[in-house]
């Protein structure tokens, strides 16, 4: 891999409490830390950017490009932003460029299909028992590889009050859901009354046991965590927060207090992270993000291939880098510290992990096995083990229609799993006869029986 140019180890490296650009240095800091004043300050133009950073002319055709997702950066975030380097984590993340605007093959508006997935408008029921509740599209800053920009910024696709209700009713009246994720858009940039409206009406929900909130607000306005959130916040418990962190210049000095403050109330924290090229896609860089994250009480959760999203071709990398950054990652920090590395299916298939191969080979009674160093050894399995004895509660077993899957199969409840069309195919026309009429005769003892 070549190195850009002008690519420094400085930008790179993380900064002191109360860094800030030049053009903010005589802020009072009672305004500077108003998270109101973070999101009323922030920039847009090419002219608010120029006076923060040295513009590239990809930046500039970038910033001037019609039809460019939203641009929108804090003054906090901005002052991260080395203004010589281009190849700043930062910078990279928030700063648009004409690679935007260069089409890739298997790029969509919607790539993970969330919109076909949502039996309501903004609920995405993609999984068994849990639900991606979008709350707004408005987020503190934009990210160029935003895999929601088809909604995310434009305040015309907002919720309504009705689409709300919509969603809350299908809540209300889907027991299966068990599980709500709050994202949109950053609920944490809404008014603090509604977002405690909404979570008002969920805990009113019985079935619904955990609430988690995905945000980015801790990392690109950390003021925006006031005592008084967390206070509100707390009165919602079990409520679970996930952060997306990119790269370790994102955890200052005043997002770990964010954090601190957060967990201080109860809310358990877990980070999400998108492998990004010329941001995070090598493993010294992964590894001290997740080192980082773990020091300020942050449990490393997923590790995201980058969605096949109009926009964000650049970013991608090879899933290739990702499993090798896993690689680097396992045996080699503590297991709180390593993420899943997933890829979202395009079209619907949601999350599929990903990484090294541990299994060698596998006989009866032996599976043979490498660790991280690639020391190879055996486990020999019981002899006498049949499986699980015990009786179960039948209230514990989760009515989850049409997805078991493969874990139906391997109970029993299902021989296979077959596409679409499957048996027509291989009728191949043919008209039933004596010899295929009776369906019996398919039907393996045990399998697929109550
Ligand atoms: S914070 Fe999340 S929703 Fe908002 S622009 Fe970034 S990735 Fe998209």
Redesign the pocket.
């Known amino acids: 891999m070549t190195q850009h140019p002008d690519a420094t180890v400085r930008s790179q490296l993380q900064l002191p409490r109360n860094t800030r650009a030049h053009l903010w240095r005589d802020v009072p800091d009672a305004a500077w830390n108003d998270w109101q004043w973070q999101l009323k300050n922030r920039l847009n133009t090419i002219g608010e950017l120029a006076q923060v950073i040295h513009l590239t002319p990809e930046e500039e055709e970038g910033i001037r490009a019609n039809g460019i997702f939203r641009v929108d950066i804090t003054p906090y975030f901005a002052s991260l932003i080395d203004p010589d380097d281009p190849t700043c984590p930062i910078r990279r993340q928030v700063v648009p460029t004409g690679r935007e605007l260069v089409p890739f093959e298997a790029e969509m508006a919607d790539s993970l299909a969330e919109d076909r997935h949502s039996p309501v408008p903004g609920l995405v029921h993609r999984y068994p028992d849990r639900v991606l509740m979008l709350i707004t599209t408005q987020?503190?800053?934009?990210?160029r590889?935003?895999?929601?920009?088809r909604i995310?910024?434009d305040p015309h696709q907002n919720f309504s009050p009705e689409e709300f209700e919509a969603q809350l009713d299908y809540l209300r009246r889907t027991p299966q859901v068990r599980d709500v994720l709050l994202?949109?858009?950053?609920p944490l940039v809404m008014s603090p009354k509604v977002l405690e409206g909404v979570l008002r009406e969920l805990r009113k929900i019985e079935h619904i046991e955990v609430i988690r909130i995905g945000s980015?607000v801790p990392i690109?306005m950390p003021q925006r965590v006031t005592g008084e959130l967390c206070e509100m916040l707390a009165q919602f418990h079990p409520l679970w927060m996930n952060v997306?962190v990119n790269h370790p210049k994102e955890i200052t000095p005043e997002v770990a207090d964010a954090f601190d403050r957060l967990s201080r109330a109860g809310i358990p924290l877990g980070s999400q992270t998108v492998l990004l090229r010329g941001v995070n896609d090598h493993p010294v860089v992964m590894q001290k993000l997740m080192r980082e994250l773990v020091r300020v009480r942050v449990r490393p959760y997923y590790i995201y291939q980058c969605d096949e999203v109009h926009g964000a071709g650049h970013f991608r990398t090879s899933v290739a880098q990702g499993i090798e950054i896993m690689e680097s990652l396992r045996g080699h920090m503590s297991g709180y510290a390593v993420p899943t590395f997933v890829v979202d299916l395009p079209g619907g298939g949601g999350k599929v992990p990903v990484g090294p191969n541990y299994v060698i080979s596998q006989g009866p009674g032996r599976i043979v096995l490498r660790n991280f160093e690639g020391y190879i050894g055996t486990y020999t399995e019981p002899s006498d083990y049949a499986g699980p004895d015990m009786a179960i509660p039948p209230e514990w077993v989760r009515q989850e229609p049409g997805q078991r899957g493969v874990s139906g199969l391997l109970s029993g409840e299902a021989l296979a799993i077959s596409p679409q069309g499957f048996d027509d195919v291989h009728q191949r026309g043919g008209e039933p006869h004596r010899l295929n009429r009776d369906p019996v005769k398919w039907q393996p003892r045990g399998i697929g029986v109550e």
């Not at 994202?183 to 950053?186: A, E, L, N």
């Open positions: 987020c503190a800053s934009y990210c590889f935003c895999t929601r920009s995310v910024g994202s949109g858009g950053d980015r690109f997306h």
